[in-house]
């Protein structure tokens, strides 16, 4: 293996390293340093060289010093990596500055009333720093509803398998729906009003989603069920459990009378009755 070619493997290997620490997923990483996702799987596995103002970009967003990214020894650990990462702990998303700019325009005029010029003043750029990465409105609303759902889903995931019987697979499935849905109000909010503003492909995307979430909680009701349940009213249960806790995004204020912890444990509790299970 020539120098330059084991320079770029080790240090795209640390690139791994401090993303999967950090929690982060390709795509976000992606997003949050302006490339694609193709650029950073190419650059974790040494296929591409990293130029100077790139490795200042990925330290940045990683947290770690510049040099830590070429260090032949060993990552220490920075953060939890995404499979030990505590579901309710709600950080601030590693948004670029556009998207930041694009969820705020979207919920304040929604997507049509936006403009890229609406979008790069909430963001703080230019109009054509906003088309330097994002070749239309289109690609920054897409971007941002499947960062948003792949932070749902990893979370609902987490909150499933850190169950200890059938029950309390439930509750803490809905209570991590509901949390996530009242944390992340602003994008919850983008993806239940402009679904219909997506293209056939995204729109196809987001739905694989939503309906990997809701078979989530749909096998586990499933589970928990007596064997005399009638498992039709039990799904259709499960599916008006759903729609309550995506309805939070709507009414949710960070200032209000309840905080999003006591919400989000409230809606788990009202499921379990609906369902007619006791908590354990």
């Known amino acids: 293996m020539t120098t330059d070619r084991a320079v770029r493997t080790r240090a795209g290997g640390r ?27 190419a650059i974790e596995h040494g296929r591409t060289s990293i130029t100077v103002e790139r490795l200042v970009a990925l330290a940045d967003v990683l947290q770690v010093d510049p040099a830590a990214l070429l260090d032949a020894e060993p990552a220490a650990p920075a953060a939890p990596s995404r499979g030990s990462r505590d579901w309710r702990t709600f950080e601030a998303m590693p948004l670029a500055p556009a998207l930041t700019g694009a969820a705020r325009a979207f919920v ?39 960062l948003g759902m792949d932070d749902l889903l990893w979370r609902v995931e987490a909150a499933r398998d850190e169950a200890e019987d059938p029950v309390q697979r439930v509750a803490l499935i809905v209570e991590a729906t509901a949390l996530w849905h009242a944390r992340r109000h602003e994008i919850a909010i983008i993806g239940a009003s402009e679904m219909r503003s997506l293209d056939p492909a995204a729109h196809r995307s987001i739905v694989a989603f939503r309906r990997r979430v809701q078979e989530i909680l749909d096998d ?36 209000g009378e309840s905080s999003a912890d006591e919400i989000a444990c409230q809606h788990s509790r009202f499921a379990l009755r609906l369902l007619e299970l006791g908590r354990p």
């Open 15 to 41: 690139v791994r390293t401090f993303r999967e620490q950090r929690g982060l997923t390709v795509r976000q990483l992606a997003t949050a340093v302006h490339v694609s996702p193709a650029t950073v799987t």
């Open 108 to 146: 304040t005029t929604g997507y049509h009333g936006a403009t890229v010029r609406s979008i790069a003043l909430a963001a703080g750029i230019s109009p054509a720093g906003i088309y330097h990465h994002y070749a239309s409105k289109h690609d920054l609303l897409r971007e941002l509803m499947t």
């Open 220 to 255: 586990a009701v499933l589970d928990a069920l007596p064997p005399d349940a009638d498992r039709g009213e039990a799904l259709a249960a499960a599916r008006g459990i759903s729609t309550m806790c995506t309805s939070i995004a709507q009414w949710f204020r960070p200032d």
